[in-house]
């Protein structure tokens, strides 16, 4: 009978320390995944994030540009403003399209 119940405790203990191995295990492994996607969510955060600042810089200063060509062509003497207004606009379109052909527009 002594044989029987210390078979017993011994299986209970086992049973005891093995249940305790996996759940640690897979706590580890669940951790691991969770801080994993974690990274992967932040770091495309803050990749869209980083794309939609260098769009807006890129809108402003192409908006400041056309401003500045516009302001160049009302004060310069006896220009032809609408010659440079195609040329401000050219140079615009080009910088636009030139970002927009490199995904950043």
Known sequence: ????LLGKIFTEQANDLLGK????QANDLLGK????????????????LLAKQ??????KQASDL???SRLA????KKSRPMTCSLQA?????RIVHS???QGNA
């Open 1 to 4: 009978m002594t044989g029987g």
């Open 21 to 24: 191995e996996l759940a640690e």
């Open 33 to 48: 995944e969770l801080a994993e996607q974690a990274s992967d969510l932040l770091a495309k955060q803050a990749s869209d």
């Open 54 to 59: 260098a769009s807006d810089l890129l809108a």
């Open 66 to 68: 056309l401003a500045k």
């Open 73 to 76: 062509c009302s004060v310069a």
């Open 89 to 93: 606009g050219d140079k615009l379109g």
């Open 99 to 101: 970002n927009k052909s």
